[in-house]
């Protein structure tokens, strides 16, 4: 059973500070319940005092009112937002607050640019408000994908809808919507998702979808997430523990893997004409959305 804690918050965004082409990052929720084995964010229930993640979900009642006074704010720079970076702000608690309807709507009246990732559909709920934003600024919707294998995937991601409602969601977005379209796969599990059949019926998928940019990325096993994803190979998985148990000594795989990867998801991107730079589209719908501001100033 899941349980649901509704808490406040003081801010609705926190700055990033890794090497991301976006400054700001909103979690509608504190875990979250796709029950992914390799999630790198379970660090973030310590500060709750809470130790299951994947179980108990704090709901963050008041955000939206609070990304209202940050973008009301005469220093707020209309800078891009990340919706979700350590959950999924469309996990099944999404379906009962319906929080993120509110989040699109202070977008809207703000014409803020945002990105999110997903492994859920339930973001079309949301489709006539995506649709109103990508009108006015950029928005760019992802989602992640890594396995083509149903099975191998609801191991892994067990909370999270199929790859194929993921791509279907893709499809909507881009053929109906002036979004910037993603396929995040990531992150690349060793042995078991870094196969040449997984990454081609992949990345194919984008590409009959037409995505606008795919990125890849392996797996890294850092802090407890380290024991609980090799604690889950153990057992589902025995063929390849030892191999990763190696592999992940230092909590990221070796350069050399990491290198042969990257060249064979790029030589596959090249195949099927994907690009892998998911700023560049951000550069350029933002740099268009400021011409066309500055233009109306004058006229």
């Given at each position: 059973?899941y349980?649901?804690?509704?808490?406040?918050?003081?801010?609705?965004?926190?700055?990033?500070?890794?090497?991301?082409?976006y400054?700001?990052?909103?979690?509608?929720?504190?875990?979250c319940?796709h029950?992914?084995?390799?999630?790198?964010?379970?660090?973030t229930?310590?500060?709750?005092k809470?130790?299951?993640?994947?179980?108990e979900i704090?709901v963050?009642?008041?955000?939206?009112?609070?990304?209202d006074?940050?973008?009301?704010?005469?220093?707020?720079?209309?800078?891009?937002?990340?919706?979700?970076?350590v959950?999924?702000n469309?996990?099944?608690?999404?379906?009962?607050?319906?929080?993120?309807?509110?989040?699109?709507e202070?977008?809207?009246?703000h014409?803020?640019?945002?990105?999110?990732?997903?492994?859920?559909?339930?973001?079309?709920?949301?489709?006539d408000?995506?649709k109103?934003?990508?009108?006015?600024?950029?928005?760019?919707?992802a989602?992640?994908?890594?396995?083509?294998?149903?099975k191998?995937r609801?191991?892994i991601?067990?909370?999270g809808?199929?790859?194929?409602?993921?791509?279907?969601?893709?499809?909507?977005f881009k053929?109906?919507?002036?979004?910037?379209?993603?396929?995040?796969?990531?992150?690349?599990?060793?042995?078991?998702?870094?196969?040449?059949?997984n990454?081609?019926?992949?990345?194919?998928?984008?590409?009959?979808?037409?995505?606008?940019?795919?990125?890849?990325?392996?797996l890294n096993?850092?802090?407890?997430?380290?024991?609980?994803?090799?604690?889950?190979?153990?057992?589902?998985?025995?063929?390849?523990y030892?191999?990763?148990?190696l592999?992940?000594r230092?909590?990221y795989a070796?350069g050399a893997?990491?290198?042969?990867?990257?060249?064979?998801?790029?030589?596959?991107?090249?195949?099927?004409?994907?690009?892998n730079?998911y700023?560049?589209?951000?550069?350029?719908?933002?740099e268009a959305?400021?011409?066309?501001e500055?233009?109306?100033?004058?006229?």
């Amino acid at each position: 059973m899941y349980e649901y804690n509704e808490i406040t918050c003081s801010s609705a965004c926190h700055k990033v500070k890794s090497g991301v082409p976006y400054k700001w990052d909103l979690n509608v929720y504190r875990g979250c319940e796709h029950g992914c084995k390799y999630c790198f964010a379970l660090y973030t229930h310590k500060y709750m005092k809470s130790n299951d993640f994947f179980k108990e979900i704090y709901v963050k009642k008041n955000i939206a009112g609070q990304l209202d006074k940050l973008l009301s704010s005469k220093n707020w720079k209309g800078e891009p937002i990340n919706l979700g970076g350590v959950t999924d702000n469309y996990q099944p608690a999404e379906e009962k607050y319906k929080i993120m309807s509110d989040i699109w709507e202070v977008l809207i009246k703000h014409k803020n640019p945002c990105t999110i990732s997903t492994k859920s559909d339930l973001i079309l709920r949301d489709f006539d408000l995506i649709k109103r934003l990508a009108d006015v600024t950029y928005v760019s919707i992802a989602a992640t994908i890594t396995c083509a294998d149903e099975k191998i995937r609801m191991d892994i991601e067990p909370g999270g809808v199929s790859s194929e409602r993921r791509f279907e969601m893709l499809r909507i977005f881009k053929e109906n919507t002036n979004s910037v379209i993603g396929l995040h796969i990531m992150p690349v599990i060793p042995f078991l998702m870094d196969t040449d059949e997984n990454l081609d019926e992949l990345f194919l998928s984008g590409k009959n979808v037409n995505v606008d940019y795919a990125i890849l990325q392996a797996l890294n096993l850092r802090g407890e997430t380290k024991n609980v994803f090799l604690s889950f190979i153990r057992e589902k998985y025995p063929r390849i523990y030892n191999k990763l148990c190696l592999m992940y000594r230092n909590g990221y795989a070796d350069g050399a893997y990491r290198e042969a990867l990257y060249v064979k998801a790029a030589d596959i991107m090249k195949k099927y004409n994907i690009s892998n730079d998911y700023s560049l589209f951000m550069e350029k719908r933002l740099e268009a959305k400021n011409n066309y501001e500055q233009i109306s100033l004058f006229e």
